[in-house]
């Protein structure tokens, strides 16, 4: 199956934590990448969508979010233990790809879904401009990945 969703954790992951919302270095960019390379792009977070809206408002208003993103990012509903891809309505956990900062979030049987970004309190910082290129590969034709 193909990459369908980029599934992103919100703290520690884009942002500080929800209620401070400073942008981690390069999230612009990550962004826009995002928005222009994923069918579906949603936010798997512990915060609640609402203040999740929140944060992405306050992220669109400093020129922070891609246009567009806003309206079309997707907010997971979940509960229980862990991050199960298969809470993401339409897609299947292997048409996912899950970006978080904490594996202990990270269901058990879905971490080949998971890929790792450190995580992040404020300042200098590189991890998004890694992820995106970890995320180029997955993206690739199988012939042209290096892990392939």
Not at 2 to 20: F, G, I, M, N, Q
Request: a negative charge.
């Amino acid at each position: 199956m193909s990459l369908k969703v980029l599934a992103l954790d919100l703290e520690r992951t884009l942002v500080s934590d929800a209620l401070r919302a400073e942008p981690r270095p390069g999230l612009l960019g990550f962004l826009s990448f995002c928005n222009e390379a994923f069918e579906r792009v949603a936010l798997f977070t512990t915060v609640e969508e609402a203040d999740a809206r929140e944060v992405l408002e306050a992220l669109e208003r400093g020129g922070r979010l891609p246009p567009g993103l806003h309206d079309r990012i997707e907010h997971v509903a979940w509960e229980g233990e862990y991050k199960d891809l298969r809470f993401i309505p339409d897609a299947a956990p292997d048409e996912v790809l899950l970006v978080d900062d904490d594996g202990g979030w990270v269901h058990p049987g879905q971490r080949d879904r998971w890929l790792p970004i450190a995580p992040w309190d404020g300042g200098a910082d590189d991890e998004l401009a890694r992820v995106r290129s970890a995320l180029q590969g997955w993206l690739a034709p199988p012939a042209d990945r290096s892990d392939a």
